[in-house]
């Protein structure tokens, strides 16, 4: 599977099913179809996930649906934005991985043009829990859910997803997406426990498992891949250090006016003088890209980030342009080559 990214201004329901079924998600504006992403600090391959709408419910799931009905209100309509909502994903914070927004209206979750609805639960008139989901023709898919931890002992987490899959029943939609769960990242597996399930192969074809494969090929072979060049470029005597690219997503939009890097990591080259290398590596194409690579000042897609040193030393937080790239090829003798040729033109000493 190729890394894709789109930002579309028209979607009808039934190109959204299409793209479901394709192994596509949506972040917030942005559609992407990816076998990996960096989450939790590292590379990871994703394993995407559709449930199943026409099984029946467990006993367990239905005694939760049945006792959070009778407990409290709720209400199903098209999502909005309002402070009852930004409270409740303030108070969630702490339970996102990665990049975390400051503010819900920063995710741009409600924005066209989708057709983004709501699951509204009301203890009396207080707003205990939402989630936000896509209707498509025949699927919906599962955005984001908040709740107040203060009723943790109610499911609310999951009693909304079984919300949304009865109204995506009743909608006529026939399958879930939920997004997908990380082999190794436990945080992504109550997406499992509702409903049978089945999971996207690299061959393309949904195959329904009891349990999701566990073996993470891509990524492994990627981790290799970047070690190997790491201690490749090491023993030319180059300083590297390791960056994750969160901004990849830049260049897989075309815009030809700004070249923007592509891959979702790299290797900062340390060069006395002259500008900044970086050698790039694109595990889906299994290429090394050797480049020098300029600071785009206007963007900041971080701005509205909340803090956190460990992105800051792990991940490329500016979003970077190709300059003049040296070689793009899936040799690394040859990226390695041509990164230490040209670190000796801007003055590096191996000695």
């Known amino acids: ?45 994703l394993v ?55 503010d819900l209206d920063g995710l741009g979750i409600t924005e066209p043009p989708f057709d983004t609805q709501e699951v509204a639960v009301f203890d009396g008139d207080k707003l205990v829990a939402a989630a936000w989901f896509d209707l498509g023709e025949r699927a919906t898919a599962g955005l984001i859910g908040m709740h107040d931890p203060a009723y943790a002992k109610f499911g609310l987490g999951i009693y909304t997803m079984l919300e949304e899959m009865e109204h995506a029943r009743q909608h006529g939609s026939r399958w879930y997406y939920p997004g997908y769960v990380v082999p190794g990242v436990s945080a992504f597996d109550y997406k499992l426990t509702v409903a049978p399930a089945q999971f996207l192969r690299p061959n393309g074809r949904w195959r329904a498992l ?28 180059l300083c590297t250090e390791r960056r994750l690219y969160p901004s990849m997503w830049l260049g897989w939009v075309e815009d030809k006016a700004a070249p923007y890097i592509r891959g979702m990591w790299h290797l900062r080259v340390e060069t006395p003088a002259g500008p900044e290398l970086i050698v790039e590596h694109l595990p889906t194409q299994q290429a090394y890209i050797a480049t020098t690579v300029r600071h785009v000042r206007a963007l900041d897609p971080f701005e509205d980030v909340l803090p956190d040193s460990a992105l800051d030393r792990r991940y490329e937080l500016r979003v970077l342009a190709y300059c003049t790239v040296l070689i793009h090829t899936r040799s690394l003798q040859r990226a390695v080559e041509q990164t230490a040729a040209f670190a000796r033109r801007q003055g590096w000493d191996p000695a």
């Open 1 to 45: 599977m190729e890394i894709a990214v789109d930002i579309p201004e028209l979607l009808a329901p039934r190109q959204l099913d299409r793209l479901l079924g394709r192994g596509w998600f949506r972040s917030g504006p942005l559609l992407y179809r990816t076998p990996i992403l960096p989450i939790d600090h590292q590379l990871r391959q």
């Open 48 to 102: 995407h996930v559709r449930l199943r709408l026409d099984a029946p419910l467990t006993k367990s799931r239905r005694r939760l649906l049945k006792r959070n009905r009778e407990r409290f209100r709720v209400e199903i309509r098209r999502a909005r934005l309002c402070n009852d909502r930004r409270r409740l994903y303030r108070r969630m914070h702490s339970r996102f991985l990665g990049f975390v927004m400051r």
């Open 210 to 237: 009891a349990r999701p494969p566990s073996d993470t090929p891509i990524a492994d072979r990627a981790h290799d891949e970047m070690a190997a060049l790491e201690t490749a470029l090491r023993a030319e005597g």
